[in-house]
């Protein structure tokens, strides 16, 4: 199971079968033959050295699945600067408010953080949000996150740094991995992995399925008759194949679907969103390595607004269909001693258009259609180098991307087909430049100091330019005119391991985003995304992992003084904290592995006060929470879980809106089952 699950990613590894022996009657043992055996293990290309030199953080598949919440926004805010969006997770938000950062960079809710799977990015052609609830926990092996201005194979999301997902290894889900569990609300979740070997190669099936009834976001005395639970149902499956072309060529292939139904605040606020994908990777790990993908992705959304007045629908957002293609190829030629080269190009493609129709809140008809939509497009051609000259490496990689912008549109016309609005925004293409370059110093043996340097680049994704929305009472409008965020940064700090049991690391950093775009309120109730002259956000970062015989400790922490800079900034904003940004955040495990099979974590968090909007007008507290979770062995591969969320019942505020508020996770009591984990 395990050579499957890791084989739907991708990868193949050459190892050595072990020696057989054999008794013969009289009891000697006889030597058996070795057979050299081609071992799939769905693994991409060896990470790069140049990985140490920026700052980066890798999650191990013991704290993955591990989680309090099962869910994998819990695992990566195990990562000093990671932040999504808003503080509600993917059971009790709205989908396309799912977008992932790191630095406080701030933003909307697009991803400004390029999240991979098994080399596929993952975020929504459309809104650019990242579908959680379609990423199963148990099915990964390893989480490698990188933050800062990202270079190398779709550098051009990577304006905030790297989230790269990769699939378990075949022997991490041999055979049947199984889960379910059930909490205090009585909602579910039930997850398998079957792994099963073909020849010399391996598939694996895998299918997660959450429900639940949710609860309430709504405070207790802001709830009307019609306030609703934030009931979810959602489900994945996934198929992935590896097998070996030759010794030293694999090919790695998947094909997954999902879909995530909600309901946030009022009785009627539903949404939907859907997806299928496919991609087919070859690997090549001979003297001329090589890495080739190709993948397409469908996806759609769709939403019902409800008044917060009369509580009956005002919008029906009943589809977004888009598309998503890319590919990319990537080479790695034996060419210099003590070089590590790579050179490659990779292309994305997103189109999608917005199918939605005004409601009247007393009669419910429809008063107006609307469509909007369009395309975006990125092409990059990239070289990197990383040079070892004794304990000094060194990395420089130059990137170059042609962005195009096309085909952009808005209609809206009356229930009668009268035009009311209409758009049709001009095609535009730009080249940009990036380029990242950086350095690491073996100073002493437990000691590495590190420097680098970036630039980066995003899109404004399709529903940045064409699609306005609604969070009753608050419209925020679309602007076609908007700019590519472009980022210049850098960073110095040092990884050290005092002793054998403990492992330090420091990063300080000063990142700025030009062009950042962000929901500007322009007057009561209204608000348009536009470019700010800029967003600069700095800090510090640091981690610990310490290991004392049974007992380990994990901590990471971030501080980040992050703010909107120049004076030409809508409504004297210069100055003013990034909206959904807190200034510091932390987290502390303690873990306690008394025998094996058993593991018994507590896990404390912190994040500081934030505001809701880029005025500063509506603070969201600062909220600390306790989750904790307990994995004790039955029989066999069989063993019982017990997992708490936020268990001192701490009031975390999502949303404010003018005194309108949203609550995240209450105290939350798990208790399942799990079998070959």
Known sequence: MKALLRLSVCGIALAPCAPLAAQDAGGEAEDAEVVEEIIVTGRGLDPALSTGIYATTTLERDVIVASPSGRIEDVL???????????SDSRSSNPSAQGVTLRALGGNATSRALVLLDGVPLADPFFGYIPLPAIAPETLGMVRVTRGGGSGPFGAGALAGTIELESAEPGATAGFLGSAAINDRAETEASGVLTQK????FAVASGRWDRGQGFFTTPADQRVPASARAGFDSWNAALRAVAPLTDSVEVQARVAAFRDDRTLRFEGAD?????????????????????????????????????????????????????????????????????????????RRAEGELQEEALNAVSGAITERRRAGGATSNLGLFIEDDWQIGPLLINGGLRADRTTITDGFFRAVSAAGVPVRTLAAPDRADWAVNWRAGASFNATRRLD????????????????????????????????????????????????????AVVLSVTAFDNEVENAIANVTIGPNLRR??????????????????????????????????????EGASLNLD?????????????????WQPAPGWRVAATARHTSAQFEDDLESDRLAPATTLDAFIAAPLWGKLSLIARAENLTDEAIITRNQGGSIDLGVPRTLWLGLRYGF
Not at 276 to 296: C, H, K, P, T
Not at 575 to 591: C, D, H, I, K, V
Request: net charge neutral; charged share 20%; hydrophobic share 40%.
């Open 529 to 566: 995304r536009e470019n700010l002259p800029a967003i600069e956000a700095r800090g510090i970062e640091a981690s610990v992992a310490a290991k004392f015989g049974a007992v380990s400790l994990d901590g990471a922490l971030a501080w980040t003084d992050a703010a909107v800079r120049g």
């Open 271 to 347: 949404s939907f969103s859907t997806g299928e994908e496919a991609s087919i990777r070859f690997v090549g790990r001979g003297a001329w390595q090589f890495d080739a993908l190709a993948y397409v992705q469908a996806r759609d959304f769709g939403n019902v607004v409800i008044s917060s007045t009369r509580f009956t629908p005002t919008l029906d957002q009943r589809r977004t269909p888009s598309t998503g293609i890319g590919g990319k190829f990537e080479l790695r030629p034996p060419i210099l001693e003590g070089h590590d080269i790579r050179i490659g190009a990779d292309y």
């Open 575 to 591: 100055g003013n904290r990034p909206a959904q940004t807190p200034a510091f955040a932390a987290t502390l495990t303690l873990g």
């Open 198 to 201: 073909l020849g010399r190669g």
């Open 449 to 500: 100091i590190r420097a680098a340097a970036y630039t980066g680049l995003r899109l404004p994704t399709l529903n940045e330019l064409y699609r306005p929305f609604v969070v009753f009472p608050v419209v925020t409008e679309a602007n076609a005119a908007l700019e590519n965020e472009r980022l210049e940064g850098f960073e110095i700090g040092l990884d050290w391991q005092p002793v054998n």
């Open 77 to 87: 805010r195990n990562v000093a600067g990671f932040q999504q969006f808003r503080r």
